[in-house]
């Protein structure tokens, strides 16, 4: 029988064969994949030609095509649809993956050619995105220890496939604890609670073939819940489950895992002549130094602190109001504050959620990718892996760009937080390849016959995820090494945050803001009092925020700690954490920075990337025009087609001529003034 993940994909848009793909095709499908690489790279590496451009770098491109194909497929599958098989499948995979990329990036004739190239980088004829592919490549070999000699190659090797069996088993253990805790909630338990959340408990407990409400781990229904319940018990209970993921004792408790993977991360920055794994790692980010993380992270502390303890004060007030004496707890806060922002706003979460429907806000991102950038969207009717999963043809003056795939609803399946990624992404080497980008979402799905409800922070999200997916979708590079989102991680977050701007425009919100049953569009006055409150409880956001950031920090720069939780507990003493506020990550259930690379000593970057989308933003402002055709023409060209071609800052100054400060980001939360009074 002929695997359909190693068969050519031949039906639309050459997108995976989905229907035909049986999970028992994955395992033989990674086998042959990887013999296939592995057959390429030793022909690069042995090749008896003099290193050329043309035969190294360009060869090694394309040198892994065939598990490229199969890697997006399962990934993005043990992501949004985990099942029993594809965990453990992923358990067996992460070492061997590993295993290999450390093979291609310790191979010493590989890593001989590529030094041989880079030293006649300036006699080779290469164009600008040539010298700089040439020069990522030589980066990455040698960050990943090809320098090193036998010796150390070898135990950086060991290492990282140990990383990679612990960052799976993080993950997975996550998964469980979200998956295994659910509460019953009876008649009376729903008392106060708005029609959508309700709803969103039927329909939770519906996907677990139970009766009645069922009140479950999902952000999009134990937010809310804690917002809205008037049961400080209940609300106690809820919180305490929400933040004890991966800290529950038995075999699903992340601690351990996460001390060893800090332990391991030292050693590899240490192989590598670092002194620790952050300097290691914000090395070829726009921070570079830790130094300048921590000095971003402290000038937003002190005014989110400031703004936030005198948010507590008026809180815990109403709560004594109500006859509750002692400090307000973690689980009163945004019980709290929701009731203070319907008292000082007139704003309530409920009367304006029926006025974001999935619908309308999935047709808004859309009309203003259509404005800014002359794109158009195209449902298409093709089988994807999951009934809930959708797509759309994405083009531009008739030609095609790209197949954009929607994945809005939570369930079991799929695991917690929201992100884009690619079946497959851009590339001109070889045949033109566009790419096939995909949205994941964690929405509260409505019960049947209900519409689909978003909050406002739902909303943010699809607009966020939709920047990043614009990013990958106008991507206009030849080497599929840097295409998209692949630049520097704290310059990531700028085409996601600075979309979300887009949203807060009022013609977007008058047009797309209607409501789900009736189709009217969102009064004015309401959208108005939204629309000023769009710093509410900023001081929270940013606290539990920056906190999350100062850990990630601490534990990456210096030793790496033997009691991760007790480095936690020490570093939120040492920063005054308010008492009602936890970090928005704790450690154990930290998957930014522990199911993966990708965000360790990094979760700074949202913030990093904040100081330039409140920037870059300002710029629409300031041509009096949120669609100013010539502004957006500068970002594409400048920043969402460019990828990684050049340094981050090199990008962001060609699109607004220089770098900016603080500033826009203090004033954009509404903490500027806690800034003016602290000096005062
Ligand atoms: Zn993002």
Request: glycine share 6%; aromatic share 10%; charged share 25%.
């Amino acid at each position: 029988m002929t695997n359909p993940l190693l068969q050519p994909w031949t039906g639309a848009f050459a997108l995976p064969p989905f229907a035909e793909i049986r999970d028992a095709d994955f395992a033989p499908a990674f086998e042959a994949a990887l013999a296939e690489a592995r057959a390429h790279v030793a022909a690069i590496a042995g090749s008896s030609q003099p290193a050329s451009f043309a035969n190294t770098i360009e060869a090694l491109e394309l040198a892994e095509e065939t598990l490229d194909r199969v890697s997006a497929v399962f990934f993005n599958l043990a992501g949004a649809e985990s099942t029993p098989e594809r965990e453990a499948l992923q358990r067996d995979l992460a070492p061997k993956l590993a295993a290999f990329a450390s093979e291609v990036t310790m191979n010493a004739g590989l890593f001989a050619r590529i030094e041989a190239l880079w030293a006649a980088r300036d006699t080779l004829g290469l164009n600008a995105e040539q010298a700089r592919v040439l020069e990522l490549y030589r980066r990455m070999f040698v960050r990943a220890g090809a320098a090193l000699d036998a010796a150390g190659r070898a135990r950086m090797a060991t290492v990282k496939e140990r990383l990679a069996v612990l960052s799976t088993a993080f993950t997975q253990n996550l998964l469980a604890d979200e998956r295994d805790w659910a509460l019953p909630l009876a008649e009376t338990d729903l008392v106060g609670l708005p029609e959508f959340v309700v709803a969103t408990a039927k329909a939770a407990a519906e996907e677990r073939g139970a009766e009645g409400h069922m009140l479950t781990l999902n952000r999009s229904l134990v937010v809310p819940f804690l917002q809205f319940s008037p049961r400080r018990d209940l609300r106690e209970t809820a919180y305490a489950a929400w933040v004890a993921r991966g800290e529950n004792g038995g075999a699903t408790d992340n601690r351990a895992i996460a001390t060893e993977i800090l332990a391991l991360r030292e050693e590899r920055a240490k192989l590598l002549g670092y002194e620790s794994f952050a300097a290691y790692k914000l090395e070829p980010e726009m921070a570079k130094t830790p130094e300048a993380v921590r000095d971003l992270l402290m000038r937003v502390w002190e005014p989110a602190k400031a703004r936030a303890e005198t948010d507590a004060a008026v809180l815990t007030a109403m709560m004594h109001a109500d006859g509750i004496n002692g400090d307000l707890e973690a689980w009163d806060w945004r019980y709290y504050a929701e009731k203070r922002r319907l008292a000082e706003h007139e704003l309530d979460e409920g009367e304006l959620k029926p006025y974001f429907g999935l619908e309308t806000m999935i047709e808004a991102a859309f009309d203003c990718a259509a404005r800014l950038f002359g794109l158009a969207f195209r449902p298409l009717d093709v089988a994807l892996y999951h009934p809930d999963a959708r797509a759309w043809e994405v083009t531009r003056g008739g030609n095609h760009v790209a197949v954009f795939i929607g994945d809005y609803f939570a369930r079991a399946s799929k695991r917690s937080g929201a992100w884009c990624s690619s079946f497959r992404s851009q590339r001109k080497l070889g045949a033109e390849q566009r790419p096939v980008v995909v949205n994941v979402c964690n929405f509260a799905k409505p019960a049947r016959g209900e519409p689909a409800l978003l909050s406002w922070d739902d909303a943010r999200t699809l607009f966020h995820e939709f920047g990043h997916a614009l990013h990958a979708m106008l991507s206009d590079v030849t080497y599929g090494f840097i295409a998209g989102t692949s630049v520097a991680r704290d310059f990531v977050e700028l085409p996601s945050q600075l979309y979300e701007h887009w949203l807060d425009v009022p013609e977007v919100l008058d047009r797309f803001a209607r409501h789900a049953r009736t189709g009217a569009p969102i009064p004015a006055a309401l959208r108005d009092r939204l629309l000023a409150a769009s710093t509410y409880d900023q001081g929270f956001a940013t606290v539990e925020y920056v906190a999350s950031a100062l850990v990630d920090l601490a534990f990456h720069d210096g030793t790496a700690p033997a009691d991760p939780m007790a480095v936690q507990a020490d570093i939120l003493a040492g920063i005054g954490m308010p008492h009602a506020i936890r970090m928005r990550h704790a450690t154990p259930h930290f998957a930014h920075v522990f199911a993966g690379d990708g965000y360790s000593s990094g979760y700074y970057s949202y913030m990093w990337s904040e100081v330039m989308d409140a920037d870059a933003f300002e710029a629409f402002r300031e041509s009096g025009d949120a669609f100013d055709p010539a502004t957006a023409r500068r970002l594409e060209a400048n920043i969402l087609s460019a990828g990684g071609s050049r340094e981050a800052e090199d990008l962001y100054t060609a699109f607004r001529g220089r770098m900016p400060g603080v500033e826009p980001l203090l004033k954009g939360r509404g903490l500027l003034d806690e800034i003016a009074s602290e000096r005062a």
